[in-house]
């Protein structure tokens, strides 16, 4: 098997605001590379494709929930797992990341049922959507 | 090329080899086009940084508006600390072909496409 592989954004390990905006981006399991750059607080995916599409050919990149005996176990996951199971391509993603500032805007997938969830995934979160969360 | 085995075998590895090179040529002719036209050289790269001041010298790289469709060769980027890529085509932030994966029986004919591929330095290549 011959195997031809280029680095992408996780290589970029001091990586600490990126901006996706505008862009043709379907789902968040193809933000899946940047679980690994642990130094990005600042992410902009707002106006792409997330939810639009209902067959998303990149979700097996994303492990199922039902296939995972240790993610969906945390505090949401016990709590919402109707919400978890909805969406888990962002759940896996956003768990991993540390971001303090995520936009997601103008996204079919943005509202106030997902924000919520995304607050609850993501609980050191500051700003979301440029609105400052309540607390902080 | 002649393979051992038979003249049929040689004419369908062929035809497989050529789809193969085909579709791996001009994937990576496309990628070159986008992202090494920014990264190859110095110059080209400055034009698109900017460093912040009054945010503890933040290096900040823009490359928006430039139609990129693909991540590639990130390997020079390595110090960037805020990227900007919006208004591009992009869809993934994976810079892995995992379309491009193939299987080939024939040891000759892979032997042969690294030496063609070996062209492409910026690539990660190995035999799986």
């Given at each position: 098997?011959?195997?031809?592989?280029?680095?992408?954004?996780?290589?970029?390990?001091?990586?600490?605001?990126?901006?996706?905006?505008?862009?043709?981006?379907?789902?968040?399991?193809?933000?899946?590379?940047?679980?690994?750059?642990?130094?990005?607080?600042?992410?902009?995916?707002?106006?792409?494709?997330?939810?639009?599409?209902?067959?998303?050919?990149?979700?097996?990149?994303?492990?199922?929930?039902?296939?995972?005996?240790?993610?969906?176990?945390?505090?949401?996951?016990?709590?919402?797992?109707?919400?978890?199971?909805?969406?888990?391509?962002?759940?896996?993603?956003?768990?991993?990341?540390?971001?303090?500032?995520?936009?997601?805007?103008?996204?079919?997938?943005?509202?106030?049922?997902?924000?919520?969830?995304?607050?609850?995934?993501?609980?050191?979160?500051?700003?979301?959507?440029?609105?400052?969360?309540?607390?902080? | 090329?002649?393979?051992?085995?038979?003249?049929?075998?040689?004419?369908?590895?062929?035809?497989?080899?050529?789809?193969?090179?085909?579709?791996?040529?001009?994937?990576?002719?496309?990628?070159?086009?986008?992202?090494?036209?920014?990264?190859?050289?110095?110059?080209?790269?400055?034009?698109?940084?900017?460093?912040?001041?009054?945010?503890?010298?933040?290096v900040c790289l823009r490359l928006n508006n430039l139609s990129l469709s693909r991540i590639a060769s990130v390997e020079k980027l390595l110090f960037v600390q805020m990227l900007d890529l919006s208004h591009n085509e992009l869809h993934s932030t994976e810079g892995k072909f995992l379309d491009f994966r193939c299987c080939i029986c024939v040891v000759n004919v892979t032997k042969w496409c690294m030496l063609v591929l070996q062209d492409w330095r910026q690539c990660n290549f190995s035999l799986?």
């Amino acid at each position: 098997m011959v195997y031809v592989g280029l680095a992408g954004l996780e290589a970029m390990q001091l990586l600490s605001c990126l901006n996706l905006s505008h862009n043709r981006i379907r789902s968040f399991s193809a933000l899946d590379s940047l679980r690994h750059v642990k130094q990005l607080k600042v992410l902009d995916v707002s106006h792409n494709h997330i939810g639009k599409h209902s067959v998303d050919t990149t979700r097996y990149l994303c492990s199922s929930p039902l296939s995972n005996s240790e993610l969906g176990q945390d505090d949401v996951g016990k709590q919402n797992p109707g919400l978890v199971t909805k969406y888990w391509d962002a759940y896996c993603v956003l768990t991993d990341l540390n971001l303090k500032q995520l936009d997601i805007a103008g996204n079919e997938i943005a509202g106030e049922e997902f924000s919520s969830f995304v607050l609850q995934v993501v609980p050191k979160l500051v700003w979301l959507d440029g609105q400052k969360k309540l607390g902080n | 090329m002649i393979f051992p085995d038979s003249r049929l075998q040689y004419k369908v590895d062929c035809s497989i080899l050529d789809f193969f090179l085909n579709s791996v040529s001009s994937c990576l002719l496309l990628i070159k086009r986008m992202f090494m036209q920014v990264t190859s050289s110095s110059e080209s790269l400055s034009r698109h940084l900017l460093r912040y001041r009054d945010m503890n010298n933040l290096v900040c790289l823009r490359l928006n508006n430039l139609s990129l469709s693909r991540i590639a060769s990130v390997e020079k980027l390595l110090f960037v600390q805020m990227l900007d890529l919006s208004h591009n085509e992009l869809h993934s932030t994976e810079g892995k072909f995992l379309d491009f994966r193939c299987c080939i029986c024939v040891v000759n004919v892979t032997k042969w496409c690294m030496l063609v591929l070996q062209d492409w330095r910026q690539c990660n290549f190995s035999l799986v």
